[in-house]
C-alpha cells in the first residue's frame, strides 16, 4: 500500500508540474492579450477624445453664435426701450409745458377772483363800519331818550306823589 500511496502522489506531483510547465505560455498568452487589450483601449480612448473635442468644438462654437445672437436681441431690444424712454420723455415734457400753462392761467384766473373778492371785503368793511357808526348813534339816542323818559316818569311821579298827598 504504500507503494500504491507513493504512485499515486508521484502521479499527483506529475500532474501538477505538468500543468506548471503550461504556466510560462499561459503568462505570455495572457501578457500578450493584456498589452493587446491596453492598445485597444488607448485607441478608443484617444477616438473618444477626439469625437468628444470635436463635439466640444462644435458646440462652443454653436453656442457662440447663439450668445452672439442673443446678444444682438438685447441690444436691439434696449435701442428700442432707449427710444421709448425718449419719446416718453419728450411727452412728459409736452405735458409738462401744458401743465404749466393751465397752471399759470388758473393762477391768473384765482389771482382776479381773489383781487374782486378784496375789494368786496374792503366794500363789506366800510359797509361795516357804517352800520357799526349808525348803531352807535342809535344807541346813543335811544340811551338819551331812555333818560328823557326816565326823567321824565320820575317827574310825573313825582307829581302822582304830591297830588296824593295834598
Given at each position: 500500500m504504500a507503494q500504491k500511496d507513493l504512485e499515486v502522489r508521484v502521479e499527483n506531483l506529475e500532474f501538477a508540474v505538468a500543468s506548471l510547465v503550461q504556466l510560462p505560455r499561459q503568462m505570455a498568452e495572457l501578457s500578450s492579450q493584456f498589452l493587446q487589450l491596453r492598445h485597444?483601449?488607448?485607441?478608443?480612448?484617444?477616438?473618444?477624445r477626439g469625437e468628444l473635442t470635436g463635439a466640444m468644438v462644435?458646440?462652443?462654437?454653436?453656442?457662440?453664435?447663439e450668445m452672439a445672437g442673443l446678444r444682438d436681441e438685447l441690444t436691439g431690444e434696449m435701442t428700442s426701450l432707449r427710444d421709448d424712454m425718449a419719446e416718453l420723455r419728450g411727452d412728459m415734457a409736452g405735458l409738462r409745458g401744458e401743465l404749466t400753462g393751465e397752471m399759470t392761467g388758473l393762477r391768473g384766473e384765482l389771482?382776479?377772483?381773489?383781487?374782486?373778492?378784496?375789494?368786496?371785503l374792503t366794500g363789506l368793511r366800510d359797509d361795516m363800519a357804517g352800520?357799526?357808526?349808525?348803531?352807535a348813534g342809535a344807541i346813543v339816542a335811544s340811551?338819551?331818550?331812555?333818560?328823557a323818559l326816565h326823567e321824565d316818569l320820575v317827574g310825573r311821579?313825582?307829581?302822582?306823589?304830591?297830588?296824593?298827598q295834598a
Open positions: 485597444d483601449v488607448t485607441a478608443e480612448i484617444s477616438g473618444l462644435s458646440l462652443r462654437g454653436e453656442l457662440r453664435g389771482t382776479g377772483e381773489m383781487s374782486g373778492l378784496r375789494g368786496e352800520m357799526y357808526k349808525d348803531l340811551a338819551t331818550e331812555m333818560r311821579i313825582s307829581l302822582l306823589g304830591e297830588n296824593r
